[in-house]
């Protein structure tokens, strides 16, 4: 399946995983809503890098913890660039604590960005895709959600819901032409990896971090079949095997 002229959108889009997402759509030939939180130069970066590849593209604000500005987030991109047709569910945060550390309002903080934005993004981009009958749900989740991870339950929770959030989507929209599949990464080279001691390269059995333009290779692959839905692939340099 061709993804020319495709509208896409893809969260947290103004860097690592999410940029590089963004980048490699493009290259196939989608046009891109680029959402950010905070960083509006990086995102405008990033959209001025898809327009120069000849795609159309705009950066929207949102604070993905905020109900209101996701949906608005969707209406933005639609009213730029048309009904969204692939949305990738990039944006995440993983601040890192101990056990001794965690409280509520950081795991409901985790849980309103990592899951509940991507509930809520995919309920608004939904109506749409269903008159269609077109439409691909990416969700980036962690092999944290296999096994833990560094940053802490928070986080690796958040992550291992968006597998059963895409399960349920792809068992029920699979007959109208809608697929939901999950990338789980491990160790990437993103500004979250450097910012914590604990991610180490001797903790991958290839012996690096990965690249972000890695994860973004299979992004495509997924979005562009229509056959596999349901899935979780793992890109995690061997840290965790299915």
């Known amino acids: 399946m061709t993804l020319r002229d495709r509208v896409a959108l893809v969260t947290g889009a103004d860097r690592g995983i999410g940029r590089a997402i963004a980048v490699a759509l493009a290259g196939a030939g989608a046009h891109v809503a680029v959402g950010y939180r905070s960083r509006a130069a990086d995102a ?54 101990d056990l001794d550390g965690l409280d509520v309002a950081l795991f409901d903080r985790t849980l309103a960005v990592n899951l509940r934005a991507p509930f809520l993004a995919t309920q608004a981009v939904l109506p749409a ?62 500004e979250m990896i450097g910012s914590n001691p604990r991610a180490r390269p001797d903790r991958i059995p290839v012996g690096r971090f990965g690249r972000p333009e890695e994860v973004a290779e299979l992004a495509v692959a997924l979005v562009s079949n229509a056959y596999v839905t349901g899935q979780t692939v793992q890109v995690n340099g061997g840290v965790y095997f299915t």
């Open 44 to 97: 405008e970066a990033v959209a001025a890098e898809l327009r120069s590849r000849g795609r159309r593209a705009v950066a929207i604000q949102a604070d993905l913890a905020v109900e209101a500005d996701v949906s608005r987030l969707v209406r933005e991109a639609a009213a730029a660039l048309g009904e969204v047709e692939v949305l990738v569910s990039n944006a995440g945060i993983g601040e890192a604590a």
């Open 129 to 190: 895709m269903r008159r269609r009958r077109f439409g691909r749900l990416l969700y980036v989740s962690s092999t944290a959600a296999q096994v833990g991870g560094i940053i802490g339950p928070h986080y690796a929770a958040s992550k291992a819901a968006l597998v059963g959030l895409a399960h349920a989507y792809a068992s029920r929209l699979a007959p109208e032409g809608i697929t939901a599949n999950v990338i789980a990464p491990a160790l990437v080279e993103t």
